[in-house]
Structures are given as C-alpha cells and as structure tokens.
C-alpha cells in the first residue's frame, strides 16, 4: 500500500470509527430503533467519504491533527446521506438502489426514510455543539457555514434548481454549473472550509480552499454525468442512465462524453492551481487527480 492509499484508509477508518461513536447507533432499545435502523442502514452502506476525508486532510494539510476535526467531518457525511436519502424518493429521482443496495425507502418505507433524512439533517449540529475539541467561536463559525451549505442557497437549493430543470427545454451551460455548484460544489467546498476552521488559518486561506472544493465539486459532477452513459449500474452502485430517463439536462448531453470529460480536465487543472497556494498538499493533490480518474 503506497503512502497515499495509507493515508487515505487512515481518514476513513477514523471516520467510520467516529460515527460508531455516536449515540444514536448504539440506541438499539430506544422507541425510535426503526428510525435508528433507517438513519444507521444509510449511513453505513459504504460510499467514497470524499467529504470527510476532505474535512480532515485539510486540517491537516494546514498543520493540525486530523482527529480535532471528527465532528465536522462526521457531520458533513450525515448531511450528504440525508440528501443522497431524500433524492432517492419518489417524489424525487426515484431510485430504487444506492451504492448498491435497496435504497432507504425501499429498505424501511417512504415515511421512515422522509425521518431518517431529517433526522441526519439536525444530528450533525448536535455533534459540532457538543464537541470537545473545538473552540466556541470554532463551532459558531463551522454550524454557520455548514447550514448555508445545506440549506436554500445551498446543496437544498441546488436540488430545487434540478427539479426545475427536469421540465424545461433551455438548460445551458451556466444554468447546470449553478445548479452543480449548489447541488454538489456546497458540500464539498465546505468540507474544506470547515477544515480550515478547526486548523484556524486565516480567511484568505479560507476562500482558496472553498474555491478549490467549487472547482472539485463541478468536476465531480461531470465525471458522474459521464459515468451515468459510460459505466454500468454494478459499478456506479446506483441505476445506470437514470438521468436520460429522467430527462435530465447534463454535460453529456449538451457536449458528449469527450468534449465533457476534457472540461472536467480542464476544471481539475483550475482546482490543482487553487491547492498551490496552500499548506502542505501532496496528499489533497491526488486525491484530486484520483476523483478524476475514478470509475464508479
């Protein structure tokens, strides 16, 4: 195992550690376990954890040990299984697998799953409040930044702006690079701020660091557009092609994989840029190189 892939698995099994940590896994007795069940079945069903990984390794890329930024980076991945939960549902994309599995509401039914989300949506301002290795003014900033990511200018509202686009006609570029960059680009860019704030650097450091998680989020983005024509559902771990069924306005559709993947080069190469005005960054390098690279 090379040092990158060392470091990587070094992230996320601090990660799923620290989730196992909190207390709802451990309510098996509790009234609510369906809803324990739902919020854990989700949670736990694998995925990249990119969100954390990022919270923590820019923590401490700026020269801070990882482990302060545990409720941060768990809380960010609550948040993105409350919104992968909540998409999956009928009145949304109605998928029936995430990552490879019955997705929540086919697993514990609608309504369970519509609880499950929102009770993901909440717990992570839980943790940060209640977290003992960060300052006050360190958890004031991170709940700011963290519910206007999630919220009706962020990752909420980007989704909203893809359910519109679901019946219009005229989706063009700088209409799907909004809605990717509230959709997608919030929840990335903000897993690096909030690393940034538990190593507490300074604001210009801040805003290169969230420049570089827009840039991210966007590649990300149409690297999974192209995945949806090119890959097969065993792979992606979720319905091949649901976006064209979904009459889904995408970069594929509008440019075709190859133009669409050389933007997602190009947008790679913009974020790189952004990495080389921080800290210590050849981990955050490849990562960023892998994500672009990645097959599922």
């Given at each position: 195992m090379n040092g990158f892939d060392k470091k990587f698995k070094e992230y996320i099994d601090y990660t799923e550690k620290c989730l196992e940590e909190y207390n709802f896994l451990t309510a098996e007795t509790q009234p609510q376990k369906n809803l324990i069940d739902a919020m854990n079945y989700s949670l736990s069903a694998g995925g990249k954890r990119i969100r954390p990984v990022l919270v923590?390794?820019?923590?401490?890329?700026?020269?801070?040990?990882?482990?302060?930024?545990?409720?941060?980076?768990?809380?960010?991945?609550?948040?993105?299984?409350?919104?992968?939960?909540?998409?999956?549902?009928?009145?949304?994309?109605?998928?029936d697998l995430r990552r490879g599995k019955p997705s929540c509401h086919k697993a514990y039914?609608?309504?369970?799953a519509i609880l499950a989300g929102d009770a993901l949506s909440v717990l992570p301002f839980e943790i940060i409040a209640d977290d003992t290795e960060l300052t006050p003014e360190q958890k004031i900033?991170?709940?700011?930044?963290?519910?206007?990511?999630?919220?009706?200018?962020?990752?909420?509202?980007?989704?909203?702006?893809?359910?519109?686009?679901?019946?219009?006609?005229?989706?063009d570029e700088r209409n799907l690079c909004n809605m990717y960059r509230n959709k997608t680009g919030q929840l990335i860019a903000v897993s690096c701020v909030m690393g940034c704030i538990c190593a507490g650097v300074d604001e210009e450091t801040i805003k290169i660091s969230?420049?570089?998680?827009?840039?991210?989020?966007?590649?990300?983005?149409?690297?999974?557009?192209?995945l949806d024509v090119t890959a097969s559902t065993e792979e992606i771990g979720k319905p091949a092609?649901?976006?064209?069924?979904?009459?889904?306005?995408?970069?594929?559709?509008?440019?075709?994989?190859?133009?669409?993947?050389?933007?997602?080069?190009?947008?790679?190469?913009?974020?790189?840029?952004?990495?080389?005005?921080?800290?210590?960054?050849?981990?955050?390098?490849?990562?960023?190189?892998?994500?672009?690279?990645?097959?599922n």
């Open positions: 923590m390794a820019f923590c401490e890329a700026m020269g801070t040990d990882y482990r302060k930024a545990k409720a941060p980076a768990c809380a960010i991945e609550m948040i993105h299984t409350f919104s992968l939960i909540h998409d999956d549902l009928p009145a949304m994309d109605d998928d039914g609608e309504a369970m900033k991170i709940i700011s930044v963290l519910a206007k990511a999630t919220g009706k200018s962020g990752m909420i509202g980007g989704q909203v702006i893809d359910i519109e686009n679901e019946s219009r006609n005229d989706v969230a420049e570089y998680g827009y840039k991210l989020g966007l590649a990300f983005q149409i690297i999974d557009d192209i092609g649901s976006d064209m069924e979904e009459n889904k306005t995408t970069f594929v559709t509008l440019y075709g994989v190859e133009k669409s993947r050389e933007i997602a080069d190009r947008i790679t190469a913009e974020a790189l840029e952004c990495l080389g005005k921080t800290g210590n960054n050849s981990f955050l390098i490849k990562l960023t190189e892998n994500l672009l690279q990645r097959k």
